[in-house]
């Protein structure tokens, strides 16, 4: 039961770092907004925030924290897709070297 939970869990960090890194694009997109500190994307970036605030307890309560802080690295990741497709920012052949390298990370360490 318990691996159970534990598995569960490290999913649920896994959203949280997807969530997390949307988080990254609401303000990156609500910066762009000449004038405006508080628009509808801070909003959004806020509201997420609080919702990760208020489910990351019940993870670390139910997994080790050795393990849950490296796959929040998951962010790194999930930014550089979400800027690559959203943002259609561009990137060298380092900066998916780092990617690749921070995925097989990730996986050794859940081994």
Avoid: D, Q, R, T
């Avoid at 999913?11 to 694009?25: A, G, K, T, W």
């Amino acid at each position: 039961m318990e691996e159970i939970v534990i598995k569960h869990s490290l999913f649920v960090v896994i959203v949280i770092s997807l969530i997390s890194s949307i988080v990254n694009l609401m303000i990156k997109i609500g910066s762009k907004k000449k004038g405006k500190y508080f628009n509808k994307f801070y909003l959004i970036a806020y509201l997420l925030v609080l919702i990760v605030l208020i489910i990351i307890p019940f993870v670390l309560k139910f997994s080790e924290f050795s393990i849950v802080l490296p796959i929040l690295s998951l962010n790194y990741i999930f930014i550089f897709l979400l800027s690559k497709f959203y943002l259609k920012e561009n990137y060298s052949k380092k900066n998916y070297l780092g990617i690749l390298l921070i995925f097989i990370g990730v996986i050794i360490i859940n081994l």
